[in-house]
């Protein structure tokens, strides 16, 4: 195992990318029930994120239940992420510490190959990406897959997530971890992570 220095696992929506919900503007477009599109959504989107089915069958299936057309790649177009530069300065600073910095997110192709078009897969020293893994947090085996992959222990490595399930399913392999909520002052987050290592 490597020793001193310390995996930090960083999610994307949410924490290193801002800006990053589609659905708002998608139900705008096609004028159709808000709860009724966000309850299918719910059901096929854990299988679009590990690759299970293609974000294309999840648009044929809108296609037969609302009984409209779907143009393009929605995916695509209604996704705006920014790059949020305190997280990116901090990803920067932990890895020139030598520390190991990876991204860990549950993803889709669209997207993914728009952050890869952006160059913001260059912040970081490797990338898991439930799409590619066929694995999605909050699933243990997410977290083990990164942990066995990057050759840490639990104990050395840190979740950075917004979101509280993918929190507590990290907890449950033994990782640390920062539930990054929306009005934490990024600023302070190297700071925030640095002192995770002097708690008891």
Known sequence: MIQNKKLYVFDLGGVTLDHVDILAEWVSKIKVDKDEFYNTYSEYIMPIMDGTISAETFYRHLERYFGIKIEGEPFLEFFHPVLNIDVADTIIRL????????AGSNTCTPHWEYIKKQGWDGFFDALYLSQEMGLAKPYSSFYN????KEKFCASDAVMIDDLIDNIEGAK???????????EFDRKKLYDS?????NQG
């Open 145 to 148: 897959y990164i942990l066995q």
């Open 172 to 182: 449950g392999v033994g990782m640390k971890t920062f539930h990054l909520r929306a």
């Open 95 to 102: 890895r020139n510490e030598g520390n190991r910095v990876v």
């Open 193 to 197: 992570l640095l002192s995770i290592w």
